[in-house]
């Protein structure tokens, strides 16, 4: 069974800086497809960030420049670092690793950024 726990949300002013974390075992952050989306209100899911299976990042328009997605050589935790955080950045933000046979979600951490 894959765990994802994400953490690292919060309340930030407009221009600030948040960085996610999303922990799990097992090396799971190089054994698939893995990303970031997120949910705001009243709107769907989407992609934010990730990794391809063969490692290029992508960004969705709305974050290049902004967001930058990493994992550690342990590949047990991935990051998104958010800088330059706007209003409508705000939503809770999931990570997702899809290993073909499973598509795993963490519970989510809200990111609010206001002033």
């Known amino acids: 069974q894959v765990q994802l726990v994400e953490s690292g949300g919060g309340l930030v002013q407009p221009g600030g800086s948040l960085r996610l974390s999303c922990a799990s075992s097992?090396?799971?952050?190089?054994?698939?497809?893995v990303g970031w989306y997120r949910q705001a209100p009243g709107k769907q899911r989407e992609a934010v960030a990730g990794f391809a299976i063969g490692g290029s990042a992508y960004y969705a328009d709305s974050v290049k420049g902004r967001f930058t997605i990493s994992r550690d050589k342990a590949a047990n935790t991935m990051y998104l670092q958010m800088s330059s955080l706007k209003p409508e950045d705000t939503a809770v933000y999931y990570c997702n690793v899809d290993l073909g046979a499973g598509v795993y979600w963490g519970q989510g951490t809200q990111v609010t950024v206001s002033s």
């Open positions: 097992g090396s799971i952050f190089k054994k698939g497809a």
